[in-house]
Antibody, heavy 118, light 110 residues
Framework: QVQLVESGGGVVQPGGSLRLSCAAS????????MHWVRQAPGEGLEWVAF????????YYADSVRGRFTISRDNSKNTLYLQMNSLRAEDTAVYYC???????????WGQGTLVTVSS | QSALTQPPSASGSPGQSVAISCTGT?????????VSWYQQYPGKAPKLMIY???KRSSGVPDRFSGSKSGNTASLTVSGLQAEDEADYYC??????????FGGGTKLTVL
């Protein structure tokens, strides 16, 4: 069965950096695009970033472009999100999400909480 | 990348039907047949319910259906059951490998 396990969340000061990881299993990772989606406490879902199956291209929401970098290592079945210049408004649960190849998000990890606070 | 518009809340009694709307623009909902819907219980990850406007994800009861007209998509839940009480989010492909979500609707089963 598909499993996505995020790690790397925690508390960081404004302006700091954090790298999230997502270990994938149960499907052929190198053949699917992958996303990061976040959810601030008590708020709705926000799409953050996407990388296609080969990782050659990266796409970002306006709110994180220039500060966040999505990447993947297909040899390790792992997705990453490097987050720099963090702001209080980046506080959220970050979900690693598999692309369905039908423009939808078909499998979600359990999420990892990132808190940006001094 | 403005969020899609959903009503904050919806409700219905067991056995009734309820529809949740999701309004976007010609750049997202109206421009692509790539609207999807997600169910989320408190403290849990979202679950894909509907994709490509009206296709049910594997294992989703046929009480859940999706449709679209112009810039507005809808999720209809028929024969409401207590277990349907959850938050529901719509999402649409918005072109150029960008996606957008709605603000979410809290469905209450009375």
């Amino acid at each position: 069965q598909v499993q996505l396990v995020e790690s790397g969340g925690g508390v960081v000061q404004p302006g700091g950096s954090l790298r999230l990881s997502c270990a994938a299993s149960g499907f052929i990772f190198r053949t699917y695009g992958m996303h990061w989606v976040r959810q601030a406490p008590g708020e709705g879902l926000e799409w953050v970033a996407f990388t296609p199956y080969d990782g050659r291209n990266k796409y970002y929401a306006d709110s994180v472009r220039g500060r966040f970098t999505i990447s993947r290592d297909n040899s390790k079945n792992t997705l990453y999100l490097q987050m720099n210049s963090l702001r209080a408004e980046d506080t959220a649960v970050y979900y690693c999400v598999k692309d369905s190849n039908t423009w939808a998000f078909d499998y979600w990890g359990q999420g990892t909480l990132v808190t940006v606070s001094s | 990348q403005s969020a899609l518009t959903q009503p904050p809340s919806a409700s219905g009694s067991p056995g009734q039907s309820v529809a949740i709307s999701c309004t976007g623009t010609s750049g997202d909902v109206g421009g692509y047949n790539y609207v999807s819907w997600y169910q989320q219980y408190p403290g849990k990850a979202p679950k894909l319910m509907i994709y490509e406007v009206s296709k049910r994800s594997s294992g989703v009861p046929d009480r859940f259906s999706g449709s679209k007209s112009g810039n507005t998509a809808s999720l209809t839940v028929s024969g409401l059951q207590a277990e349907d009480e959850a938050d529901y989010y719509c999402s649409s492909y918005a072109g150029s490998n960008n996606w957008v979500f709605g603000g979410g609707t809290k469905l209450t089963v009375l």
